[in-house]
């Protein structure tokens, strides 16, 4: 990965401050938008077979690493005006489901496999 | 930011490779569960108004932490098997919005703002 | 209301019969398709203040109406291939709503009203 | 089906008034609202091949059911503050379909079929 998430953070928070966006930017509003985008995701998916959605065709995979680009940019925003540091969360909750969901036990049944 | 996304992509490669769930993980159904997650994400705030949810008491701030990375680790793990690097897709898409949205015409305006 | 909905509900067999496409509408597509179409009605809403949700134009309202129609159309065919009454299915859930919130607790109480 | 969606609509706008909620429900809440309960439909389905989702369980039917249901008391709820008639605009989204998706084309082609 070419960057860390922290430059980004800061250009998106001048991008939005520029526009004077901010003030639409509570965290409701980002998180509605980030759920719109990720529809946008998923509506690529919805009438695939799951072996069709690991197989896309190349101006396909731009459009989803489009919208994958647009949850990110929604994720970063909300985490930016509630002070979360996203990767922390991520390496705290993926530690929280190491101990939740043990390998023995776990191993290929999507029963237990709620949550991660 | 304690760290890139790359290590935390390869934990997760890790992750789900130890317990056999990668035929689960097909891009239509990590992208179901990221969807699943903004849900949960967004129903912290759905009876909110804007204001109070930019003032969240310090437990509901810890559950919304919560959410914000099951939406990363799924985004990463999306990412992961489509080989996109979601940095690099997000800058993209950033450069491309700083076009799009030229400071001087998008100042305080949401109209222009559909898409960031 | 002009009609019931179980005539919707025939006609829209018939709709993804004489287009043969009921091998895409498993229940798994159907409730994607569902999701992605909430998302663009809320995506009218995301940048409004509540107030401004409250008193749409002419044409957003009857783009909103739009989506509603999408969001009951895929309810429909869900309902449809599950075999399940969507309007009894919400009889019984408001009776056990009004069974879980009496009136005399959850006057303008928020808090009480994460579910419906 | 047993009844018209006229006197839910009813029933939900008592019910609704009774607990003094209608300052929650704003048409941007209800969408809210609506979506997440969507979420709620989606992760039932999400680690399903699509031939389990058309093979349910008795006891996953029934929590599909109680979701549905969810789904379209906010449906109905955001139809009532609006002043949508859901059915009527169900009609005429499908009879706009029925002329956008031509049967000889549309047979069996998911490509055509992005929006039903």
């Not at 969360?89 to 709620?114: M, T």
């Amino acid at each position: 990965m070419a960057d860390t998430l922290d430059d980004l953070g800061k250009r998106l928070e001048r991008f939005a401050s520029e526009r004077e966006w901010q003030r639409f930017h509570s965290p409701k509003n980002l998180a509605s938008a980030l759920i719109v985008e990720a529809g946008e995701l998923l509506e690529h998916f919805q009438w695939m077979t799951e072996e069709q959605s690991r197989a896309l065709a190349p101006e396909r995979l731009e459009a989803v690493r489009s919208e994958v680009a647009d949850v990110l940019l929604y994720l970063m925003q909300l985490c930016n005006v509630l002070g979360i540091d996203p990767v922390k969360a991520a390496q705290d909750k993926l530690a929280a489901n190491a101990a939740r969901y043990p390998v023995e036990k776990a191993r290929g049944n999507s029963r237990k496999h709620d949550e991660l």
